[in-house]
């Protein structure tokens, strides 16, 4: 029933399951000054047996309000162009979107064979199997770094994920956007992500249970006899945070598709070129300050 595996933990490099966090209604808090760490936005938890029954956001048809980056935009779509570059562009133009918006962008996204990092993730079994997983933005493996293939090959969604992430939380550091439709994570940890980051979920559709379980040493809830007690937290808008190197899990879920954006840190990027670094920052994404010690 718990999203746990049956051998070990699997520290999963970049994709989040973050589907569930600290929730926060506003943005990011600062960090204490000097330490160089983010902080984590306070949480709020829900009684235990009661996950099943919980929903997300309300029924009404919530609105994300869009920043772009400041500087030139890219040249418009033509004709013949990918329909979620078409609509990214126009939603990036307007300043803002809905739901309605996310669900065609999620449902059209191309599809993305899993990669090694991600075999501790299967999907809900809820909605007949259609997982979907995109991603832009930096991405770090095994020394290397550099710029995901679908930053510039979609660059309109690109900004339209970075615009969601800087209109909710402008001083969120990410350098990586992943969108997860129907997604559900064993426990992990995030290792492959930068250690004074944290991870910002933002709900992208409405959906009822799917909480993040987050190991916590206060916590009353456990996944099973070995995980150690955890907090329940239900992903609701604006955003929630967790630090990625907790372990955590997702729940199962229903009542409708689970969509969840996750902006995320990748750890090593100070091996990034520094053309590489500027298409990140022109794209809307928000580097932490690297040094050849950061990790």
């Avoid at 669900?103 to 999907?123: E, F, M, V």
């Avoid at 955890?230 to 992903?235: A, Q, Y």
Wanted: include cysteine; hydrophobic fraction near 35%.
């Amino acid at each position: 029933m718990f999203p746990r595996r049956p051998d070990h933990e699997h520290d999963v490099e970049s994709e989040v399951d973050l589907s569930d966090d600290e929730r926060s209604t506003a943005p990011v808090n600062e960090p204490h000054a000097g330490s160089g760490v983010a902080a984590v936005a306070p949480f709020a938890t829900l009684p235990q047996g009661e996950w099943g029954d919980i929903w997300n956001m309300d029924q009404t048809d919530h609105r994300y309000t869009l920043r772009l980056p400041a500087g030139a935009l890219p040249s418009l779509p033509d004709a013949g162009a990918p329909s979620i570059e078409l609509l990214a562009s126009v939603v990036c133009q307007r300043g803002w979107c809905n739901l309605s918006h996310l669900a065609y962008l999620s449902d059209n996204i191309p599809l993305q064979r899993s990669a090694k990092r991600r075999r501790s993730s299967t999907c809900s079994g809820t909605v007949e199997g259609h997982q979907r997983v995109f991603s832009v933005g930096a991405y770090s493996v095994g020394g290397c770094c550099g710029v995901q293939t679908n930053t510039r090959t979609f660059p309109w969604t690109t900004r339209w994920l970075c615009a969601m992430v800087s209109g909710a939380a402008p001083s969120h550091h990410f350098s990586s956007c992943t969108l997860l439709k129907d997604v559900m994570h064993f426990l992990h940890r995030d290792g492959g992500n930068d250690a004074r980051s944290v991870n910002l979920l933002m709900p992208c559709s409405r959906w009822r249970g799917g909480q993040i379980w987050i190991a916590d040493e206060a916590g009353s809830v456990h996944l099973d006899t070995t995980s150690g007690p955890g907090r329940l937290v239900t992903i609701s808008p604006p955003f929630v945070t967790i630090r990625p190197r907790l372990p955590h899990a997702t729940f199962p879920w229903g009542g409708g598709s689970r969509i969840l954006l996750v902006a995320h840190h990748v750890n090593g990027l100070h091996r990034l070129s520094a053309t590489d670094a500027a298409t990140l920052t022109d794209a809307g994404f928000n580097l932490l300050q690297q040094t050849s010690g950061d990790a």
